[in-house]
């Protein structure tokens, strides 16, 4: 699965899910370009961990939903190293959870804008630097194929598009760029710590069929495969990772 040559995108690449992608594309030889948007310090830290293990890496804040940050962020990736072969979108989240009614247009345009507008911004913006052997991971969500939990419709809504996206880049961009996307189910990180409550978290983690919450890593680890020339004839899917959780 070497990288070595290549450079790679990561956006929400500071923390949790998005830093552990970084630092496996940067442990397979890629350059690694980190966004971050408010997680300054994993992100930079991230850069100086490869720099001192003999990599390239470099990071730069921006908000993915706003159109002017992403055409700085991929003008930025190009200047520095002259293309783009791998982008990993992780960039996103469920914000806050809110039931249907007391949905607001605010509300669900920010979940909307953040999860998947962002997306397509980053797609497009990279498209016209990617050589034909190429690819893009997106993070979806369990959410996307069983709706999410309280309060998460939006949120889930919004990752069935993504996954539904994928799936048209995937026929639209291929041969050249192969698209995929994974849906993590209860994994370790501050989206949890911030909206599912302990005792949730303790009987999904007892009912899964591997008896744990996931953690970045494992997440981590797909997406470096999906991105790699490993899976070659692999395009247009969404793979689940959440521990026999839920099977599709």
């Known amino acids: 699965m070497s990288f070595e040559g290549k450079t790679a995108i990561v956006t929400g690449g500071g923390r949790d899910i998005g830093?552990?992608?970084?630092?496996?594309?940067?442990a397979q030889g890629a350059n690694v370009v980190i966004n971050y948007h408010s997680s300054s310090e994993g992100a930079e830290s991230a850069v100086a961990e490869i720099i001192a293990a003999g990599g390239s890496a470099i990071a730069m804040q921006g908000d993915m939903t706003k159109e002017a940050d992403?055409?700085?962020?991929?003008?930025a990736a190009v200047e520095k190293y002259g293309k783009v072969d791998t982008l990993v979108h992780v960039t996103g989240g469920?914000?806050?959870?809110?039931?249907?009614?007391?949905?607001?247009?605010?509300?669900?345009?920010?979940?909307?804008?953040?999860n998947l507008t962002s997306y397509m911004l980053a797609v497009r913006e990279c498209i016209p630097h990617m050589p034909a052997?190429?690819?893009?991971?997106?993070?979806a969500s369990q959410a996307g194929r069983d709706g999410g939990g309280p309060g998460a419709s939006a949120y889930g809504a919004s990752k069935g598009a993504v996954m539904t996206l994928t799936r048209g880049l995937a026929k639209e961009l291929g041969p050249d760029i192969r698209v995929n996307g994974v849906c993590p189910g209860m994994i370790d990180t501050d989206f949890h710590n911030i909206f599912t409550k302990p005792e949730v978290r303790t009987h999904v983690?007892?009912?899964?069929?591997?008896?744990?919450?996931?953690v970045s890593d494992d997440v981590a680890n797909l997406v470096v495969y999906l991105?790699?020339?490993?899976?070659?004839?692999?395009?247009?899917?969404?793979?689940?990772?959440?521990?026999?959780?839920?099977?599709?």
């Open 19 to 26: 830093r552990a992608c970084v630092m496996g594309l940067a």
């Open 205 to 214: 983690a007892n009912i899964t069929p591997l008896k744990r919450e996931g």
């Open 70 to 75: 992403v055409k700085a962020l991929v003008a």
């Open 94 to 114: 469920i914000l806050a959870r809110v039931s249907m009614a007391d949905m607001t247009m605010e509300h669900w345009t920010a979940v909307m804008d953040v």
């Open 133 to 139: 052997g190429s690819s893009i991971v997106a993070l």
């Open 227 to 248: 991105a790699s020339d490993g899976a070659a004839f692999l395009t247009g899917t969404n793979v689940d990772i959440n521990g026999g959780m839920l099977f599709s």
